[in-house]
């Protein structure tokens, strides 16, 4: 099972790469931009796996940039909260 079949799993496992991009002295405007990349590939590449990605997705696909980078911002903050 993929972690992106669950999104509990799927939080925890950003969570982590976060924890561990922190522990190796990444800023938080590098993790920012970083979670806005994989955002990007996310919407081209993998298909939703559950109703939290759907959601995420048609989100993202509407969204301007700007936006875009909000909803990366607010990811990051979500998995900060676990």
């Known amino acids: 099972m993929s972690v992106l079949d669950n999104w509990q799993q799927w939080k925890e496992f950003l969570g982590e790469r976060l924890d561990q ?18 955002g990007e590939y996310l919407s081209e590449q993998v298909e939703p796996k559950n109703e939290q990605e759907k959601v995420l997705a048609d989100l993202w696909h509407v969204a301007s940039e700007e936006e875009q980078h909000a909803i990366a ?10």
Not at 22 to 38: L, S
Not at 73 to 82: I, P, Y
Request: net charge positive; proline share 0%.
């Open 21 to 38: 991009a922190k522990g190796e002295g990444m800023d938080n405007q590098v993790i920012n931009d970083v979670a806005y990349q994989v």
């Open 73 to 82: 911002n607010m990811m990051v903050k979500l998995v900060q909260k676990r």
